[in-house]
């Protein structure tokens, strides 16, 4: 069988097909696109917000997803960016769901990439976490009379908040306010969908499997070296602080990464944020583990295009993609998920 397109996205409107193949001649692909950005299809309508793609017969309990990744920019939306080209470099995990495509061709996992970009709408905030400065209109929804804010986190007030406003060293992104409808329009087609998808994949995965492991991946700007540390990392593993993943999974990570010469560190800075939170339960069996990667580890001199160093570095991450999902589906064959949960 033909395996299906799988698109990634271009960097300006459209949706571009990416091909994922087949992981082993035996298995077929299913595909799915979901949610809708406005003005990205030829009609001038919708696109996708995110697809995804995963073999009928999974080898490993284990979903990728990459919130981050989205270049499909509405024309409206360049439009009202003040410096469009440093924005895209600042706020988009630059060609990492290129990685994770590699990544996932060579494990057989599942994998979920978003096309909306996170200047539109970041998914890794909570739905109410706004900074409300920005926004134009009411602060009730039209359609339900409700408040949607329960309170504004460190993130909105830092200006990355569900919709990022200013960038550190830049200033404001945005040319004039959004429109509250504009905004209830982004949650209900972008941020809902997808963390619907989400979960409900993850459950299916558990369903089948007894556990499922949750992937974010992301990348980061170079850290520099801290005191005590012999290089900086090229990869920091976010788990909640214990929160999202049991513990032996991030532990053999750790131990994973050191032997593949690859310096990481856990936690600090990233430690995961909304997507953990919501779909991070190990005491169910779902765990979620977060893996900020170096742009430098896989861009060019500039951070901005991939390079040939792409393809070695996902095959390392390949390895320990399959380790984490030999261990859970080890914890889930032992029963150790439900021990935990009593």
């Known amino acids: 069988m033909k395996s299906p397109d799988h698109p990634i996205d271009a960097p300006s409107n459209k949706v571009e097909s990416l091909r994922v193949e087949r992981v082993g001649s035996d298995r077929e692909l299913r595909s799915k696109r979901g949610g809708a950005v406005s003005g990205t299809c030829a009609e001038g309508l919708f696109g996708p917000a995110f697809t995804h793609v995963s073999p009928v017969s999974m080898p490993l309990p284990v979903l990728i997803a990459v919130p981050h990744a989205g270049r499909v920019y509405p024309s409206d939306t360049l439009a009202q960016m003040r410096d469009a080209h440093l924005s895209q470099l600042r706020l988009e995990d630059r060609y990492v769901d290129k990685l994770a495509v590699e990544i996932a061709k060579a494990t057989g996992t599942g994998l979920l990439v978003a096309h909306a970009p996170r200047a539109m709408i970041d998914l890794n905030r909570a739905h109410d976490d706004v900074d409300w400065n920005m926004i134009s209109g009411p602060t009730r929804r039209s359609d339900t009379g409700n408040l949607a804010v329960t309170g504004v986190n460190h993130r909105a007030r830092s200006g990355l908040g569900l919709v990022p406003r200013r960038l550190p060293g830049f200033g404001d992104i945005w040319c004039e306010k959004l429109s509250r409808d504009e905004l209830d329009r982004r ?153 935990a949960a009593e």
């Open 187 to 339: 949650v209900d087609r972008i941020h809902r969908p997808y963390h619907t998808f989400l979960s409900n994949e993850l459950e299916r995965i558990r369903a089948e499997w007894g556990a499922a492991l949750l992937v974010d991946l992301h990348s980061m700007p170079p850290l520099r070296r801290q005191n005590g540390q012999q290089a900086a990392p090229q990869i920091v593993l976010g788990d909640r602080f214990g929160a999202s993943c049991q513990h032996s999974l991030t532990a053999g990570s750790i131990r994973y990464l050191e032997r593949s010469g690859c310096p990481v560190a856990h936690n600090r800075p990233y430690s995961g944020g909304y997507v953990l939170d919501r779909h991070g339960a190990p005491s169910r069996g779902v765990h979620a583990l977060q893996i900020e990667v170096c742009r430098g580890a896989y861009l060019d001199e500039w951070l901005s295009e991939p390079s040939d160093a792409l393809p070695g570095l996902a095959q390392m991450i390949a390895g320990l993609v399959r380790e984490l999902g030999a261990q859970v589906a080890h914890l889930a064959a032992n029963g150790e998920t439900a021990q």
